[in-house]
């Protein structure tokens, strides 16, 4: 039967692509073997549940990888179908059943190699990629088969002859080139295979034929046919010495004779044939929900609580999504969603499946129908992935939404780790923000978590259509305290997500205004004044601005004098809601250095309280010798009660303090 011939396609122009499509995915090509072979078998499986085969009794359907480093060769061999000598023609002579040239010149306009491959059956093809030499040893399950032998050197040319293989199913040898020796190291064959083939439908197992077998001791009542026995280890009876009641000494047995059997280690697959995705979420319990998180992302941390995805129609869908406990900035999150497509895995966060704000969450989608080309790592159909897209998104928001309304007490409980998620979700998702809009919280200064209707309905006699917050408890004590004395209630923002998420909802809703709680002194915090003090407030208004710039060398600093009715308050800092979230802006795309005033903000203002001792002293005082030293003092506060001092400011405040001590002390 031997045959020699070449390729019926023009592989010089398939190969370079081939090449191409793979370099960046070099070790892609233990995946697209060990497939096979699970196709194979699963193939196999079916023609016996039909009728069409009769399965051996004993048969133990796997993959077997046998790396061998000194060799530099790399084995996978199933025992599944297998193939004749007419299918290996077609299979493997003939790539993907047609010649190569009319669908390159069909194709031509196509935007790049990878739409042009999703037409060919390539799979095999990329053991090219790392190996010099492949040959196929394979038998078919029909009845009457012969074995074939293949082998091709380069991928261009091949002979075929009678094989020797012995039992159905395929064996491909790959002998590797001198840039890919690092395939057949054992410890870099497991990294692989457990990479891509954790959750194949076919046990998977891996042996290195260069090293010396591996022993293991059993008990007798473990024993099985299928251990190899190496040795046979007889453990004599433990005795020890008792002392009776008489005073009589006798040995007695402890533990008897027992037999013991070192073993050829039993090989241990390498993947998880049943994952838990595939099972119904009614036969899961909580703990196996667990241990799949911790395997899978080896994060050791609980997530709060997940989502198990099973759907069958209009399209098949199964998958878990985990919400991770999020304890750091935003900037920082990244979550983990592993596309599998028939158990086998495809790649991380193909955004066209899954929606961006997903990608905060960890966990595995497996959808069978995803419209893969050859590489699986593109999409070929649009329209149907974005409907699995929506999909996804639906089943979150549902699932959020419905534990808001039937669990509000854990919801509440999970809030501060998963709202950061869902405000990302709302601001990129429009179909998302709809479904979610009613369920948005938000914990006040009480600890007491509101919807946003409730915020508006608490506070609407004294400040209506406005919802005051908070960014930081520890800078903005001062306001805080301001704010309780009064009874006005404000709510609690501190992630860096919350600024473009509330000027979204500004947008949504137009009376609606978000301040920040030192955006502005309320006029709730002053007192009435009478309308004859008017001229006397402008003047002194304008004597302790002249002071402060004086004091502060500085023109153009925005100074308030008001009565405020807390007289503890000397001072106090407050920003303009526009121009503190310019500010941020501009943090958050690195423009900095730029005035704010370039965008209209109007930069901070100084408040000054009439009703402070130290304000009427430098009313009063004028230009006496330690009103410099106050009017620096109190802005300094103000600054610190604010946020933070420059370097430069905070040694001169040290100073400063330890002066106006000493003068105290009379020194």
């Not at 046919?225 to 006798?250: F, L, M, R, S, W």
């Not at 994060?299 to 209009?314: A, Q, S, T, V």
């Not at 509000?408 to 979700?425: A, L, M, Q, V």
Request: hydrophobic letters at 35%; one cysteine or more; glycine letters at 4%.
């Amino acid at each position: 039967m031997a045959k020699s011939g070449n390729l019926s396609i023009n592989s010089e122009n398939i190969f370079p692509i081939i090449k191409k499509w793979l370099y960046s995915d070099h070790d892609i090509f233990y995946r697209e073997l060990i497939s096979n072979g699970c196709d194979a078998i699963t193939k196999l499986k079916k023609l016996s549940l039909m009728g069409e085969f009769e399965q051996p009794e004993d048969v133990e359907y796997k993959i077997q990888v046998t790396v061998n480093p000194n060799e530099k060769t790399i084995t996978f061999e199933d025992n599944g179908l297998g193939m004749t000598e007419a299918e290996v023609e077609e299979y493997i002579n003939q790539i993907a059943f047609s010649g190569a040239q009319a669908f390159m010149e069909k194709y031509k306009d196509k935007a790049n190699e990878d739409q042009i491959i999703g037409h060919f059956g390539l799979g095999f093809y990329s053991a090219f990629m790392v190996a010099d030499k492949v040959t196929i040893d394979t038998l078919s399950y029909q009845k009457d088969a012969k074995p074939v032998h293949w082998e091709s050197e380069g991928g261009t040319s091949f002979e075929m002859s009678d094989g020797d293989k012995e039992g159905f199913g395929t064996k491909i040898t790959l002998y590797l080139n001198e840039d890919s020796t690092e395939f057949s190291n054992e410890y870099r064959a497991r990294e692989v295979i457990e990479k891509y083939c954790s959750f194949m439908p076919v046990p998977i197992f891996l042996s290195n034929s260069a090293e010396e077998p591996q022993y293991e001791t059993i008990e007798k009542d473990e024993l099985t046919e299928k251990d190899t026995i190496v040795e046979t280890i007889v453990e004599e009876a433990k005795t020890e010495e008792k002392e009776n009641e008489d005073g009589t000494k006798e040995v007695v047995e402890v533990s008897p004779a027992k037999e013991k059997y070192k073993i050829v280690k039993r090989p241990v697959a390498l993947n998880d044939v049943s994952p838990l995705w595939n099972k119904h979420p009614n036969e899961c319990t909580e703990e196996e929900y667990k241990e799949f998180y911790r395997k899978v992302f080896m994060d050791f941390k609980e997530p709060l609580f997940w989502i198990h995805l099973n759907m069958d129609y209009p399209f098949n869908l199964k998958g878990i999504l985990y919400f991770p406990k999020i304890n750091m900035e935003y900037d920082s999150l990244e979550g983990t969603i592993k596309l599998y497509n028939n158990q086998v895995f495809i790649a991380d966060n193909i955004k066209e499946v899954i929606p961006e704000f997903l990608m905060l969450l960890k966990g595995v989608i497996d959808c069978p129908d995803l419209p893969l080309n050859v590489s699986r790592s593109a999409l070929q159909n649009d329209g149907f992935v974005k409907k699995i897209s929506d999909y996804i998104t639906k089943k979150v928001a549902d699932k959020l939404s419905g534990m808001c309304k039937t669990d509000r007490e854990s919801y509440e409980k999970y809030w501060d780790d998963i709202n950061p998620f869902i405000k990302f979700g709302c601001i990129k998702d429009e179909k998302f923000q709809e479904k979610m809009k009613d369920y948005i919280i938000f914990k006040n200064l009480e600890g007491k978590y509101l919807t946003l209707p409730e915020c508006l309905e608490e506070n609407k006699e004294k400040h209506p259509n406005k919802v005051f917050y908070v960014t930081d408890e520890k800078e903005q004590s001062q306001y805080i305290n301001m704010f309780k004395k009064e009874g006005l209630d404000a709510v609690i923002l501190t992630h860096n997500i919350d600024n473009p998420f509330i000027s979204q909802l500004e947008q949504k809703n137009q009376d609606l205004k978000f301040l920040r709680i030192d955006s502005d002194v309320s006029e709730i915090f002053k007192e009435e004044s009478a309308d004859e003090d008017a001229e006397k407030e402008k003047a002194d208004g304008e004597a302790l601005a002249a002071a402060f710039k004086k004091a502060l060398n500085n023109d153009k600093l925005e100074v308030k004098a008001e009565k405020l009715k807390d007289a503890s308050v000397a001072s106090m800092i407050t920003v303009s809601e526009e121009s503190r979230r310019m500010q941020e802006m501009m943090k958050m795309y690195n423009m900095y250095g730029m005035d704010p005033s370039m965008f209209g903000g109007s930069g901070e203002t100084l408040i000054l309280n009439k009703n402070h001792p130290l304000v009427q002293y430098i009313l009063s005082h004028g230009e006496g010798e330690n009103t410099d030293k106050i009017c620096q003092q109190l802005y300094d506060l103000a600054k610190l009660s604010h946020g933070s001092l420059t370097p430069e400011r905070m040694t001169g405040f040290i100073a400063r303090s330890n002066e106006i001590m000493m003068i105290l002390a009379g020194e």
